[in-house]
DNA sequence: ATAGGGTTAG
């Protein structure tokens, strides 16, 4: 299964970039000086050459010289054809279409071609079809090269042409050039259904969802791709609730929803951890037909994982007979933040060796944090290291996050903080958030001050950082440091999060509670529920961990604050509204504390209920009084 | 011909 891990002592690599060395014992390095000196020739004659002969010559001498996929060259020559005032068709186009894998600066060397030459529509021809071959791989990066020919476009008329203001709209959003987009979209005097989108598109990837409702609204005419830009849009601003609404409203109004619009809510229900809706637009999609398409599965497979049914999320995962990289690491991230770090390292090396899909650093998070969550440091290790090693990708600040979590967590704080420190480039939040998580855990206050320090400085206003900060002081009982954390988060004007849980009753309706929470209008039965289930707890031995406290107060107040925890509110009411031996689920915002995480394994044995939780960390599936998270949460 | 889609730590 997992191959043995050959490290065993917590090696602080740098990986160095592995760049071709062509020098060994036997050979000399003279090739690639050979190539070197060539490449700096060819410069030379581009810049030098004279007309359209003298081009046509270096383009000769380049191509015998092995550089015929040379983007960096060609663009060079074409730009020097298009200052020299040669037509476009047929030489320099030709000399474009030689090369088979043309990056972004020789398309833009091409397109800045065309519109020199006041080619307008055969610029945007072109710069239609490098967009549908960026999709395929070529650098995403619009050079300023383009976004330069945009506006000499812009400038030179066209405003009268549908179809070529709706590019420049486009093209003027992929550049993230949102401004000039809608000054475009101003200009025309007739707008379709596209223009709008567009526009709506390019508010909602700027994160104002505020103003691309407001353009959606006055649009005059609404289609499909219309509703959904609004669907994904929510959802890939965290507003999953938004999301679903739209949805509904989009069927209500009788507008075709499509795979597309689907996927769109597939992702707010991920977000929210829906289990009635996400069935629903399961059971949707395989009356279509189209639950086991790409893009449709892999969606579900993030879904699935991301409501607590992993089991179905594997379902999904084993139909699909078209697997990519988010496929697989949908998967396998679902696989480990339910524990089951086992399986996720088994589907990656299956990944590896069964499947042409090649791990991306999103992957190497998934197959880390599996580890983490799992305590396996040695596997960790083993994983962390064959990245670079056998697959090339350099580790990010990110990969680094996890080794620390991963250390961290098991107690190896030193090594922890030491990777911190020789690792390249500058640690960010995450690496610093990692390593005070785990101070948390392990109750250091003395590392917890220097990350917390660093964190402060990174990232000022994030309030987790303070409380975890004030939670270690308030776990020591060093009281006055708390008053001092605290002290600085007022003078910051931060606020804690209230502390909120998420329980979706099976009618698909969803039930907010809050901390302390009295507003739902079933909360004397919740209390009650509560008393009851308390009253029985203690009898089966649970005694109330007043240390998950973090205030200076007396044990009675502990207690009463302990009861008022927002997932202890959904509990009594997931009892209340489920019999005997059916599933509880919880969606919480927090960390769950561990009084909490205690009740929760004596209620599932005690109230014979499965219970899950999905904090947001991981899955804790609570079942015959034990949790699945083992202790690492 | 031009608009909407899925994976990421603490």
Redesign the pocket.
């Known amino acids: 299964m997992v191959p043995r891990p050959h490290l065993n002592t917590i090696a602080v690599t740098i990986p160095t970039a592995r760049l071709p060395i062509p020098c060994t014992a036997s050979r000399c390095c003279s090739p690639y000086i050979h190539q070197a000196a060539a490449e700096s020739q060819l410069i030379s004659a581009i810049d030098a050459s004279n007309g359209l002969l003298h081009a046509r010559e270096t383009h000769a001498r380049l191509l015998r010289l092995g550089f015929r996929d040379s983007s960096f060259l060609l663009a060079k020559l074409l730009r020097r054809l298009a200052e020299h005032g040669i037509p476009m068709d047929p030489y320099p186009r030709l000399v474009f279409s030689q090369v088979r894998h043309p990056n972004s600066f020789l398309w833009t060397s091409l397109i800045r071609g065309y519109s020199l030459r006041g080619q307008l529509?055969q610029a945007?021809?072109h710069f239609?079809s490098m967009?549908?071959h960026e999709s395929c791989g070529v650098a995403k990066s619009l050079g300023s090269g383009t976004q330069l020919h945009a506006q000499t476009i812009f400038i030179g008329g066209f405003n009268s042409?549908?179809?070529?203001?709706?590019?420049l709209?486009?093209m003027y959003?992929e550049c993230g050039e949102l401004a000039l987009a809608h000054k475009v979209f101003d200009k025309m005097s007739v707008r379709?259904?596209?223009?709008?989108?567009?526009l709506i598109?390019a508010y909602?990837?700027s994160g104002n969802m505020g103003l691309a409702g407001e353009l959606f609204e006055q649009a005059p005419e609404k289609?499909?791709?219309?509703?959904?830009?609004m669907v994904?849009?929510f959802?890939?601003n965290a507003r999953p609730r938004d999301s679903l609404t739209f949805f509904r409203r989009m069927k209500e109004e009788g507008v075709e929803?499509?795979?597309?619009?689907?996927?769109?809510v597939?992702?707010a229900c991920?977000q929210l951890g829906a289990v009635m809706e996400a069935k629903k637009i399961s059971d949707d999609l395989h009356r279509r037909g189209?639950h086991r398409?790409?893009?449709?599965?892999?969606?579900l497979v993030?879904m699935f994982g991301?409501c607590g049914l992993i089991d179905e999320a594997r379902r999904v995962f084993d139909a699909m007979e078209e697997?990519?990289?988010?496929?697989?690491?949908?998967m396998i991230?679902g696989l480990?933040?339910h524990g089951q770090a086992k399986d996720a390292l088994k589907l990656f090396e299956e990944m590896v060796t069964k499947s042409s899909v090649k791990p991306?650093?999103?992957?190497f998070?998934?197959v880390?944090?599996a580890c983490?969550?799992a305590g396996l440091v040695e596997e960790g290790h083993y994983y962390f290291e064959t990245m670079w090693d056998r697959h090339a990708i350099v580790p990010?600040a990110?990969h680094y996050?996890?080794m620390v979590?991963l250390l961290g967590?098991a107690g190896l704080l030193e090594e922890a903080h030491a990777l911190v420190n020789s690792m390249p480039g500058e640690p960010?939040?995450?690496?610093?958030?990692?390593l005070?998580?785990?101070c948390r855990i392990h109750g250091n206050a003395e590392i917890a001050e220097v990350a917390a320090e660093s964190?402060f400085k990174?990232?000022p206003h994030?309030i987790?950082?303070y409380i975890?900060l004030s939670n270690v002081y308030a776990q020591a009982g060093m009281w006055e440091k708390v008053l001092k954390v605290r002290g600085l988060m007022r003078e910051r004007g931060l606020r804690k999060n209230p502390g909120c849980s998420l329980m979706e009753t099976k009618d698909g309706a969803l039930h907010e509670f809050f901390a302390g929470d009295v507003s739902h209008p079933r909360t004397n039965e919740i209390k009650a529920a509560l008393e009851e289930l308390l009253g029985k707890l203690k009898v089966a031995g649970y005694v109330p961990n007043l240390s998950s406290v973090y205030y200076d107060v007396s044990d009675g107040e502990k207690e009463r604050l302990l009861k008022g925890h927002s997932e202890k509110l959904a509990l009594a009411f997931g009892i209340l509204t489920t019999g005997v031996g059916q599933t509880i689920r919880i969606v919480k915002n927090l960390r769950v504390c561990d009084d909490c995480h205690s009740v929760m394994c004596f209620a599932s044995s005690v109230a014979e209920r499965k219970i899950v939780i999905r904090d947001?960390?991981?899955f804790h599936h609570f079942q015959d009084g034990v949790c699945s998270c083992g202790g690492f949460w």
């Open positions: 529509q945007l021809l239609a967009r549908r042409d549908l179809y070529v203001q709706n590019t709209i486009g959003v379709d259904v596209i223009s709008w989108t567009s598109v909602s990837r289609d499909t791709v219309a509703w959904t830009a994904s849009g959802a890939q929803t499509d795979d597309v619009t689907l996927v769109g597939i992702s991920a189209s398409g790409l893009v449709v599965g892999s969606a993030d991301k697997k990519n990289v988010y496929t697989y690491s949908a991230v480990a933040a991306n650093r999103v992957t998070v998934g880390l944090t983490s969550h990010s990110d996050a996890c979590d967590r960010h939040g995450g690496v610093w958030g990692a005070l998580g785990a964190l990174l990232e994030a987790g950082n975890v947001n960390l991981r």
